[in-house]
């Protein structure tokens, strides 16, 4: 036999239970959830009917259905936990005194982590998370200001006092190969697959340079 129950917590919430009784006394007992309201209690107490009829047919007597039984209507969501977590790293780095506090900005970045889209799709994204998205308008406004090198300065030093990189040199670095109109490798020049599909002996160079070009 199975049944029910609803037990009061030391924080003062409601655990709702399903417990199993057998003959010999014996119980096992399962925990549903624990709820902090009654909106909360009723959908457990939902929950735990439904699991107690899983496989169960049901004659059609024509009664009215008891409130709260049946499939929970699923109003709203939200991927609360992700959000915040993104969120957290998004002001660890900087990002947020370094953008004065722009949420626009904070959507648009963290909904592309969530799921990389087009900024119109990204709306979509952050509805999805349960999210109150900027207009795809207010959102194009603000794209000049990101652009701007300004913008892009303050969010490099928020990177870079969050590395605590300290003094820092700018560096460029390319590489590419040559290849040589000869069969045969030397120990220098050696058979590979250029980026022009050659086959060639070839050599792979590299060049490095600073801000100013020096190398």
């Given at each position: 036999?199975?049944?029910?129950?609803?037990?009061?917590?030391?924080?003062?919430?409601?655990?709702?239970?399903?417990?199993?009784?057998?003959?010999?006394?014996?119980?096992?007992i399962e925990h549903l959830g624990?709820?902090?309201?009654?909106?909360?209690?009723?959908?457990?107490?939902?929950?735990?009917?439904?699991?107690?009829?899983?496989?169960?047919?049901?004659?059609?007597?024509?009664?009215?259905?008891?409130?709260?039984?049946?499939?929970?209507?699923?109003?709203?969501?939200?991927?609360?936990?992700?959000?915040?977590?993104?969120?957290?790293?998004?002001?660890?780095?900087?990002?947020?005194?370094?953008?004065?506090?722009?949420?626009?900005?904070?959507?648009?970045?963290?909904?592309?982590?969530?799921?990389?889209?087009?900024?119109?799709?990204?709306?979509r994204v952050l509805t999805e998370?349960?999210?109150?998205?900027?207009?795809?308008?207010?959102?194009?406004?603000?794209?000049?200001?990101?652009?701007?090198?300004?913008?892009?300065?303050?969010?490099?030093?928020?990177?870079?006092?969050?590395?605590?990189?300290?003094?820092?040199?700018?560096?460029?670095?390319?590489?590419?190969?040559?290849?040589?109109?000869?069969?045969?490798?030397?120990?220098?020049?050696?058979?590979?697959?250029?980026?022009?599909?050659?086959?060639?002996?070839?050599?792979?160079?590299?060049?490095?340079?600073?801000?100013?070009?020096?190398?």
């Amino acid at each position: 036999m199975a049944y029910v129950r609803t037990v009061k917590t030391a924080s003062g919430a409601t655990a709702v239970q399903i417990v199993y009784s057998s003959r010999r006394g014996s119980r096992d007992i399962e925990h549903l959830g624990s709820a902090h309201d009654d909106t909360e209690l009723e959908a457990l107490k939902a929950a735990a009917a439904q699991r107690l009829a899983a496989g169960q047919g049901e004659l059609d007597l024509g009664l009215e259905q008891a409130a709260g039984w049946g499939p929970l209507e699923i109003t709203s969501s939200r991927m609360g936990h992700l959000w915040d977590a993104l969120c957290r790293g998004f002001d660890a780095l900087g990002f947020e005194a370094a953008t004065g506090g722009d949420e626009v900005f904070r959507q648009l970045v963290l909904a592309r982590i969530i799921e990389p889209t087009s900024k119109l799709d990204s709306l979509r994204v952050l509805t999805e998370t349960g999210i109150a998205a900027a207009s795809y308008a207010t959102l194009k406004r603000r794209l000049p200001a990101y652009a701007k090198a300004s913008w892009r300065q303050r969010l490099a030093a928020a990177c870079a006092a969050c590395a605590a990189l300290g003094p820092a040199s700018l560096v460029l670095y390319d590489v590419s190969t040559l290849y040589f109109e000869t069969d045969t490798g030397d120990g220098f020049r050696e058979p590979g697959f250029s980026k022009e599909r050659r086959l060639e002996p070839q050599i792979t160079i590299g060049l490095l340079t600073d801000a100013r070009g020096s190398r």
